[in-house]
């Protein structure tokens, strides 16, 4: 099915270890974005990217690595896990930004992330 | 500094009767505002935005929203809750100096409980 997908849905991990999370859509969308979601912060942009090969840190990207070989894939690399990266992790993406009109972003269902 | 607000961490409303969440922002220039909405262990899905048309913006499931650039507001109403409208409610916004790309600045959400 078209969309965008996330995987895996659920991960726990120890801290220290590496752990990469897959974001895939099928839209041919050229912007894609990383967010993470904690309680009483809404959700607060980790990384984005406008193409291939085109990623910018957001709000809070200390301790995420991206990377945007293919325009369909976006993968969110923790280096070194930390317990304070315990989250609900989304990946979005939007055909294009700054134009109101197509600025919707469309979501995945989300990973869930515990570091133990 | 540019921002966006929403009043109230917890609605509570009757079924029947009125919804309002409150959202605000804090910018020079208005910004592309949107809600979304997530049902639990969900992803995000877009209920309405604004994008400098018409000022009240119809959406799905019966809400809407009005835009008031006077009062830096967003509020998203609907005449009659029902039991399927319980979930957690995000405003977001794009401001147009950050040219969109940086992705959408969230609110913190408001959990809205529907009382039967």
């Known amino acids: 099915d078209a969309g965008i997908t996330q995987s895996p849905r659920y991960k726990i991990t120890e801290t220290g270890r590496q752990v990469t999370l897959m974001c895939h859509q099928t839209?041919?969308?050229?912007?894609m974005f990383w967010y993470r979601q904690d309680l009483g912060h809404g959700l607060r942009l980790i990384y984005y990217?406008?193409?291939?090969?085109?990623?910018d840190k957001g709000e809070v990207s200390d301790g995420y690595v991206v990377s945007r070989s293919k325009t369909e894939n976006f993968p969110l690399t923790l280096e070194s896990a930390t317990r304070s990266q315990t989250s609900v992790y989304f990946c979005?993406?939007?055909?294009?930004?700054?134009?109101?009109?197509?600025?919707?972003?469309?979501f995945g269902p989300g990973t869930r992330l515990t570091v133990l | 500094a540019q921002s966006v607000t929403q009043l109230g961490s917890h609605v509570s409303v009757s079924e029947g009767a009125l919804v309002l969440l409150r959202c605000n922002y804090s910018?020079?220039?208005?910004?592309?505002l949107f809600w979304y909405v997530q049902y639990p262990n969900q992803g995000l899905q877009l209920l309405l935005k604004?994008?400098?048309?018409?000022?009240l913006v119809k959406g799905i499931n019966g809400f809407e929203a009005e835009f008031k650039k006077s009062e830096t507001s967003f509020h998203l109403t609907k005449p009659s809750a029902h039991m399927s409208d319980a979930a957690e409610y995000f405003c977001?916004?794009?401001?147009?100096?950050?040219?969109?790309?940086?992705?959408?600045?969230f609110g913190k959400g408001t959990h809205l409980i529907i009382q039967p």
């Open positions: 604004y994008t400098s048309a018409a000022t």
């Open positions: 979005a993406s939007t055909p294009q930004v700054g134009l109101g009109d197509t600025d919707t972003q469309y």
């Open positions: 990217s406008a193409a291939a090969d085109i990623t």
């Open positions: 839209w041919s969308h050229s912007y």
């Open positions: 910018s020079s220039v208005p910004p592309y």
């Open positions: 977001a916004v794009i401001f147009p100096s950050g040219g969109g790309a940086d992705g959408l600045t």
